[in-house]
């Protein structure tokens, strides 16, 4: 497990603006997210277990880079004392890190199962609870958990089950943390064309997955990490200020299970 480390910090002065943190910021939709916030004008925070792979990124956003594994319960702590000790605190959580281990119930080890619970639900937990102290210090603030279409459609267990408890998950949040004026949402895309989805896969494989998900959504096209960048853009603003507790589903109308 890797230590939690700042590796790079070229962040713009306290007083221009709210911080957002993304995790899984390595990746194509957490760089995509975090790309479009800064675009905004928030302050980003790059949290990711790769972090030299934010480096470029961070640099170009003049963002905070943080090296972390979240699948260690310290992680939360100590990214939130890294944000507080040189962004001066959170506005903005973004729990986009995810493990996807794609065993079906008939091959599942249950180590596979608690990595998978570890970062895509344990983390997101924990890192709210850790930032805490900063919305009550700054007034408010929002949280926006990645899920998934599979917590309607069913698939893998391991991943499915962390996408259906990230709902839940949100609806407590938005619950629990109303009272510090801390909306809570949920984006819950479809499949989106990523390394983190194609996952090795050959080519063919990959086509036919799209055209699978292609026929199945109303709209006629696989999502882009783009578009979920746009949801998570408006649900942090406050042109969503009087949403909480909401799943924003971004994926053409697939999640209707039906196609005219």
Same mark, same amino acid.
């Given at each position: 497990?890797?230590?939690?480390?700042?590796?790079?910090?070229? !962040?713009? +002065? @306290?007083?221009?603006?709210? %911080?957002?943190? /993304?995790?899984?910021? #390595?990746?194509?939709?957490?760089?995509?997210? *975090?790309?479009?916030?800064?675009?905004?004008?928030?302050?980003?925070?790059?949290?990711?277990?790769?972090?030299?792979?934010?480096?470029?990124?961070?640099?170009?956003?003049?963002?905070?880079?943080?090296?972390?594994?979240?699948?260690?319960?310290?992680?939360?702590?100590?990214?939130?004392?890294?944000?507080?000790?040189?962004?001066?605190?959170?506005?903005?959580?973004?729990?986009?890190?995810?493990?996807?281990?794609?065993?079906?119930?008939?091959? !599942?080890? +249950? @180590?596979?199962?608690?990595? %998978?619970?570890? /970062?895509?639900?344990? #983390?997101?937990?924990?890192?709210?609870?850790? *930032?805490?102290?900063?919305?009550?210090?700054?007034?408010?603030?929002?949280?926006?958990?990645?899920?998934?279409?599979?917590?309607?459609?069913?698939?893998?267990?391991?991943?499915?089950?962390?996408?259906?408890?990230?709902?839940?998950?949100?609806?407590?949040?938005?619950?629990?943390?109303?009272?510090?004026?801390?909306?809570?949402?949920?984006?819950?895309?479809?499949?989106?064309?990523?390394?983190?989805?194609?996952?090795?896969?050959?080519?063919?494989?990959?086509? @036919?997955?799209?055209?699978? %998900?292609?026929?199945?959504?109303?709209?006629?096209?696989?999502?882009?990490?783009?578009?979920?960048?746009?949801?998570?853009?408006?649900?942090?603003?406050?042109?969503?200020?009087?949403?909480?507790?909401?799943?924003?589903?971004?994926?053409?109308?697939?999640?209707?299970?039906?196609?005219?």
């Amino acid at each position: 497990m890797k230590p939690t480390r700042l590796l790079a910090n070229s !962040l713009a +002065p @306290q007083a221009a603006g709210p %911080v957002a943190l /993304v995790t899984g910021a #390595a990746g194509a939709m957490g760089a995509a997210i *975090a790309t479009r916030l800064a675009q905004d004008g928030l302050r980003v925070v790059l949290v990711d277990i790769e972090g030299d792979q934010c480096l470029a990124l961070g640099a170009q956003l003049r963002a905070l880079v943080i090296e972390a594994d979240l699948s260690r319960v310290e992680s939360a702590g100590e990214i939130m004392q890294l944000v507080e000790a040189h962004a001066g605190g959170v506005d903005h959580v973004v729990n986009n890190a995810g493990l996807n281990r794609p065993q079906s119930i008939f091959e !599942l080890k +249950p @180590q596979d199962w608690d990595a %998978v619970m570890a /970062v895509n639900l344990r #983390a997101p937990v924990l890192l709210c609870q850790a *930032a805490i102290p900063s919305w009550e210090k700054r007034g408010g603030g929002s949280v926006v958990n990645i899920g998934s279409r599979v917590w309607l459609s069913g698939a893998i267990p391991a991943y499915t089950a962390s996408k259906a408890g990230i709902v839940g998950l949100t609806r407590s949040m938005a619950v629990e943390l109303g009272k510090l004026n801390v909306r809570a949402n949920a984006v819950a895309p479809s499949y989106v064309d990523t390394p983190f989805t194609r996952m090795n896969r050959p080519a063919e494989e990959i086509e @036919q997955r799209q055209q699978r %998900v292609i026929g199945m959504t109303p709209l006629g096209r696989v999502g882009t990490a783009e578009d979920i960048a746009n949801a998570v853009a408006f649900l942090v603003s406050s042109n969503a200020g009087f949403v909480t507790g909401e799943v924003l589903h971004v994926c053409g109308g697939a999640q209707l299970a039906a196609r005219s």
